[in-house]
């Protein structure tokens, strides 16, 4: 059963950045050519919407409110998925989740509906400051 784990997260004032990782456990059972990836958050109050996605061809989208700002990139070989988030602003605070979907469609899917996905981590909090 493969699993996500996600870190990096923390707190910083406006302006400023952080990394967030993903690491998929079980790697023997993990094909990353296979999966879409995607980063999600999720602030107190709101519905989980889609951050950033990553598909097998390393197609990758970004939700309007993030772009310029916001980098997805993956490790293939670390079996890692990275979110980089330069700029940060108070309405970037929530639990950003990573998420899995194996042989999806990454090119024409929905891949910034959480409901795209099969496979969650737990989360890690972002907490920025003004």
């Known amino acids: 059963q493969v699993q996500l784990v996600e870190s990096g997260g923390g707190s910083v004032q406006a302006g400023g950045s952080l990394r967030l990782s993903c690491v998929a456990s079980?790697?023997?059972?993990?094909?990353?050519?296979?999966?879409?990836m995607g980063w999600f958050r999720q602030a107190p109050g709101k519905e989980r919407e889609g951050v950033a996605s990553m598909g097998r061809d390393a197609r990758i989208r970004y939700a309007d409110p993030v772009k310029g700002r916001f980098t997805i990139s993956q490790d293939i070989a670390k079996n890692t998925l990275y979110l980089t988030m330069n700029s940060l602003e108070p309405e970037d605070t929530a639990m950003y989740f990573c998420?899995?979907?194996?042989?999806?469609?990454?090119?024409?899917?929905?891949?910034?509906?959480?409901?795209?996905?099969?496979?969650w981590g737990q989360g890690t909090q972002v907490t920025v400051s003004s």
């Open positions: 998420a899995a979907r194996p042989y999806g469609d990454c090119w024409s899917g929905p891949v910034l509906s959480s409901g795209f996905y099969t496979i």
């Open positions: 079980a790697a023997s059972a993990f094909p990353y050519s296979k999966y879409c």
